[in-house]
């Protein structure tokens, strides 16, 4: 088995992890899960929700997102700010790709690759991130279904 053959299993259990730790979310509209791993180890994780000692709802009576709702990655990058360690050089897996707002935070916390397995309708966020270099890996739901 080739390194890059490993890297895919690797990248597929992180993302299956990712999508596992999504289910955490009390988003009723979509659920995002998110892993920051570095050194083979995961160093933070994260879901879509509302801010610590806020109630869990995502969803206003008209169904729509209320605004302080944190991303999934947003909250990994923050866990991972409150703990000893450092994002520089990790990977992200996440579910859903990230928007402009998550991109910045990624560059910031000076991740070097993203892993992803649904496109947003939205890529601006993914554009910002190549832009600034960030290696970004889409492995598709219906791929990962299949292995």
Same mark, same amino acid.
């Given at each position: 088995? #080739?390194?890059?053959?490993?890297?895919?299993?690797?990248? +597929?259990?992180? +993302?299956?992890? $990712?999508?596992?730790?999504?289910?955490? !979310?009390?988003?009723?509209?979509?659920?995002?899960?998110? +892993?920051?791993?570095?050194?083979?180890?995961?160093? !933070?994780? &994260?879901?879509?929700?509302?801010? #610590? &000692?806020? /109630?869990?709802?995502?969803?206003?009576?008209?169904? !729509?997102?209320?605004?302080?709702?944190?991303? $999934?990655?947003?909250?990994?990058?923050?866990?991972?700010?409150?703990?000893?360690? #450092?994002?520089?050089?990790?990977?992200?897996?996440?579910?859903?790709?990230?928007? =402009? /707002?998550?991109?910045?935070?990624?560059?910031?916390?000076?991740?070097?690759?993203?892993?992803? !397995?649904?496109?947003?309708?939205?890529?601006? &966020?993914?554009? +910002?991130?190549?832009?600034?270099?960030?290696?970004?890996?889409?492995?598709?739901?219906? =791929?990962?279904?299949?292995?």
């Amino acid at each position: 088995m #080739s390194n890059n053959d490993k890297q895919v299993k690797i990248d +597929l259990r992180y +993302l299956e992890m $990712a999508r596992i730790w999504a289910t955490n !979310s009390y988003c009723k509209r979509r659920q995002v899960g998110a +892993l920051l791993v570095k050194d083979k180890m995961i160093i !933070s994780d &994260g879901y879509n929700g509302t801010p #610590s &000692g806020f /109630e869990n709802k995502c969803e206003d009576e008209n169904n !729509s997102t209320k605004p302080y709702v944190l991303h $999934a990655e947003a909250n990994a990058i923050t866990k991972v700010a409150k703990s000893n360690n #450092s994002s520089e050089g990790s990977t992200l897996y996440i579910t859903t790709s990230p928007c =402009i /707002e998550c991109a910045k935070l990624i560059i910031q916390a000076g991740i070097s690759r993203v892993v992803f !397995s649904e496109k947003y309708r939205i890529t601006d &966020g993914l554009d +910002l991130l190549e832009r600034a270099g960030i290696e970004l890996i889409h492995i598709s739901e219906r =791929i990962n279904e299949v292995i």
